[in-house]
Nanobody, 116 residues
Framework: QPQLVESGGGLVQPGGSLRLSCAASGFTFSSYGMRWYRQAPGKEREVVAYSGSTGGTTGFGDSVKGRFSISRDNAKNTVYLQMNSLKPEDTAVYFC?????????WGQGTQVTVSS
């Protein structure tokens, strides 16, 4: 059974940095693109970043371009989201996401709070 487990969230001051991790299991991680989404209270879930299966192709939501980066370690079945220059509006629950054979799988999410 595919499983995604996020970690690394927490409370950080504006301008700070955090690195989120998503550990995957139950599928051939190196064969699939991975995404990070986030959802703030009262808002729709939005895509944050995408990584192709090898990490050679990446993409970012407009609100995080230039501040966030995505990487993956296929040997560790883990995808990372490096978040720099964090703003209060980045406060949200961050989710890891993959589509396998037409079915979407989500992690449980990790809370990121940006506040002074």
């Amino acid at each position: 059974q595919p499983q995604l487990v996020e970690s690394g969230g927490g409370l950080v001051q504006p301008g700070g940095s955090l690195r989120l991790s998503c550990a995957a299991s139950g599928f051939t991680f190196s064969s699939y693109g991975m995404r990070w989404y986030r959802q703030a209270p009262g808002k729709e879930r939005e895509v944050v970043a995408y990584s192709g299966s090898t990490g050679g192709t990446t993409g970012f939501g407009d609100s995080v371009k230039g501040r966030f980066s995505i990487s993956r370690d296929n040997a560790k079945n883990t995808v990372y989201l490096q978040m720099n220059s964090l703003k209060p509006e980045d406060t949200a629950v961050y989710f890891c996401y993959v589509v396998l054979y037409g079915r979407a799988y989500w992690g449980q999410g990790t809370q990121v709070t940006v506040s002074s």
